[in-house]
């Protein structure tokens, strides 16, 4: 079965913010094909189902830090935004299957949780080989320590301690 929506498009419209992975609700209206207004009135009917950890609202702090980052100087009212958007984190994403009906919505949220799953393999495994990488740089300094002491030793045999050398001849008293 073909993907409806490319995992690649997904996976550049989830962001970091607040330490959550999150998709902002115009990307997800987007996806789901729909207008951003009636999104977000299809989760206002259904408020009780996002605490604050499945949705958030950015601040305009939040919204100038994320706007600077993608070097956009355009102000919130050219941007057409008269409030800062919300953002659904991936628990969120995954009860819009209960607000969001259609076919359509159905197999962009599996599409959706598929690219959530994939970013955190590539989290998970990232943190494998930074672990992996330390426990050899580790062991590493442990060698070169040893290493150093091997040659240490080395260098003190090498040493030829010079006796006082024998005259030659007959000795007068």
Do not use: C
Request: without cysteine; hydrophobic residues 40%; positive net charge.
């Amino acid at each position: 079965m073909k993907a409806i929506i490319p995992q690649e498009i997904i996976e550049q419209k989830i962001f970091m913010i607040r330490g959550h992975k999150v998709i902002f609700d115009r990307d997800l209206a987007m996806l789901y094909g729909v207008p951003t207004k009636v999104f977000n009135q299809a989760v206002k009917r259904n408020k009780q189902r996002f605490p604050k950890d499945f949705m958030f609202q950015l601040s305009k702090t939040e919204l100038e830090n994320w706007r600077s980052q993608f070097v956009t100087s355009n102000s919130s009212a050219k941007m057409g935004l008269r409030r800062p958007p919300y953002v659904f984190t991936e628990q969120g994403v995954a009860m819009l299957s209960s607000v969001l009906n259609s076919e359509r919505a159905i197999q962009v949220n599996i599409a959706i949780m598929r690219a959530f799953v994939k970013l955190k393999e590539m989290l998970s495994t990232h943190k494998e080989l930074a672990f992996k990488l330390r426990e050899l740089e580790r062991k590493i300094e442990k060698h070169d320590e040893e290493i150093t002491d091997i040659f240490n030793a080395i260098r003190q045999m090498m040493i030829v301690e010079e006796k006082p050398k024998k005259q030659i001849g007959f000795k007068v008293d």
